[in-house]
């Protein structure tokens, strides 16, 4: 039982000049339930458009996602979300922001409010229940974030470079409170990072992609017991494979670049 | 208000009393300040004409407005946000905004006389067309100003489109939509005036009041009713921003 990516492509129409954009291609893929897996890659390779196809916020041209065997279904509540820039909505409250997607699912205002008021406990928010956004630290806004995509239940949990924007320090201490709550709970993670060693600290999997369009170059078993030494020598050791298959990658494209080069050159 | 916002103001008027007390500005062109107070003090208690006091001149003013502005507020904010939702909708009624948008309110005057004879309608129907456009076009600049990730966010928690229309288009464009309504009150108090020129049914209205006032010679209640017209829209405004401030208190 699980996610099972099947021969994902996607193909955006339409760019600046009318040309296609192949971003995808035929990404296959199974993600057991319960595992905590990052997908990296160079930037712009689409890992984004992964995830937003996972979400339902895009289409796939070809293929689909299964969970435990059945298609995903758009806007399923089987999936939630937590975006790069926090993407909290300003005019509400920390707690109305938690209290979001219960209120749009319909429930309560006393139940939901309790529901909430656990997590802001849980998420260590106390005291700034009733500030808004713009009077949290970004460390707080990635909570609040995370909280209010946690209180929906999701079975999927994705996560798109959730950290990308915090200092090292807050950073660290981010993926350590995540570890913290996901050991509680239990839920799939699917974390996008171009951070080498925050995928290799948190996760139970690695996958690494291609420049784009994205297929799959490896997929890694990161099996060491947590809690993890960041510096340690395992640590390192999958660091320097991982950095090793993105460096080559990155030279045959360059290399597939500058043949393209000649041909535009050559009469 | 800081000190020097009062201080050249209060040099002007005293200026003005001097130059008035001394005979170099003519009193039927310019009254002094002094006269412009005394004419006030008459608008309140003599009226006019003789018997229409100020204050009910003021409130026929304020319900012409109000009409106006009521409706057109209540038909541009939520045709602004369908506008902002839909490219297709903003395309099929763009145009016809553009061309009416650019006609004065107050070349309206004549047909709205033909369409609803003098009286409080056309001045209401003036003020309507004043107010409307700058709330329908801030309204839409609102909701185009939403960065779509809230969109995107509201539809990972599962919000339907009704719910994304509610909980996130209205909230967010609210800071525009208060800009449209205070640009909007401006126009329409600046064009109700005007309006009001034109003649009114029931005798009562600031402009009608200082249309009188001219018809009889008596500059000063021409400028104390002048004046009473800038302290209301200046109130206006202020209670306006008062409101904003508070409902708009998480942008800090």
């Known amino acids: 039982m699980g996610l099972e990516i099947l021969g994902l492509s996607k193909t955006f129409s339409g760019g600046s000049r009318g040309e296609s954009v192949h971003v995808l291609d035929q990404l296959q893929h199974r993600i057991d339930n319960g595992r905590f897996v990052s997908l990296i890659g160079p930037s712009g390779c689409g890992k984004t458009t992964l995830l937003r196809i996972i979400a339902g916020l895009e289409k796939a041209s070809v293929g689909k996602v299964l969970l435990d065997g059945k298609e995903m279904v758009r806007g399923s509540e089987d999936v939630g979300m937590v975006f790069q820039e926090y993407a909290l909505f300003p005019w509400r409250t920390t707690l109305q922001n938690i209290e979001m997607g219960l209120e749009i699912r319909g429930m309560d205002k006393v139940r939901r409010r309790s529901i909430a008021m656990e997590y802001i406990k849980t998420f260590d928010l106390n005291g700034f229940e009733h500030r808004y956004p713009r009077e949290l630290s970004g460390g707080m806004k990635q909570r609040v974030a995370i909280a209010r995509t946690l209180v929906m239940n999701p079975r999927v949990v994705l996560m798109d470079e959730p950290f990308g924007s915090l200092d090292s320090q807050t950073r660290n201490a981010m993926q350590e409170f995540l570890l913290k709550i996901w050991l509680k709970r239990g839920d799939t993670i699917i974390f996008v990072t171009h951070n080498v060693e925050e995928a290799v600290f948190l996760s139970d999997e690695i996958v690494v992609l291609s420049r784009r369009p994205a297929r799959m170059l490896e997929r890694i078993e990161v099996a060491f017991p947590r809690p993890r030494d960041r510096t340690g020598e395992v640590c390192n050791h999958i660091r320097r494979d991982i950095l090793k298959i993105l460096e080559e990658e990155m030279k045959r494209e360059e290399v597939r670049d500058e043949d393209h080069w000649n041909r535009l050159q050559s009469p | ?252």
Request: charged share 15%; glycine share 10%; proline share 7%.
């Open chain 2, 1 to 252: 208000m800081k000190k020097e916002s009062y201080l050249l103001p209060l040099l002007l008027i005293l200026i003005w009393q001097g130059l008035s007390s001394l005979y170099w500005i003519p009193d039927y062109k310019l009254p002094s300040p002094i006269a412009i107070l005394l004419g006030l003090k008459d608008l309140l208690w003599i009226g006019m004409p003789p018997g229409n006091l100020l204050h009910k001149h003021v409130l026929y003013s304020l319900y012409r407005v109000g009409l106006g502005y009521g409706v057109a507020a209540l038909l541009a904010i939520p045709l602004g946000l369908l506008m902002g939702w839909s490219p297709r909708i903003r395309r099929m009624i763009n145009p016809l905004i553009e061309l009416v948008r650019p006609i004065p309110p107050l070349a309206w005057i004549p047909i709205a006389i033909v369409w609803f004879g003098i009286g409080i309608q056309s001045a209401a129907f003036i003020i309507f067309l004043g107010a409307f456009f700058p709330i329908l076009l801030n309204t839409i600049a609102g909701v185009l100003s939403i960065n779509p990730i809230l969109v995107e966010a509201a539809r990972t928690l599962h919000a339907t489109e009704k719910k994304i229309f509610l909980k996130v288009l209205l909230p967010g464009s609210i800071p525009s939509i208060f800009v449209g309504m205070r640009i909007g009150i401006g126009i329409g108090w600046m064009t109700l005036v005007a309006a009001e020129f034109t003649g009114v049914k029931e005798g009562y209205g600031v402009g009608y009041m200082i249309m009188t006032a001219r018809d009889i010679q008596r500059p000063d209640q021409i400028l104390a009713g002048m004046l009473v017209i800038g302290l209301i829209g200046l109130l206006i405004n202020a209670g306006l921003r008062t409101f904003e401030s508070r409902v708009l208190r998480w942008r800090g």
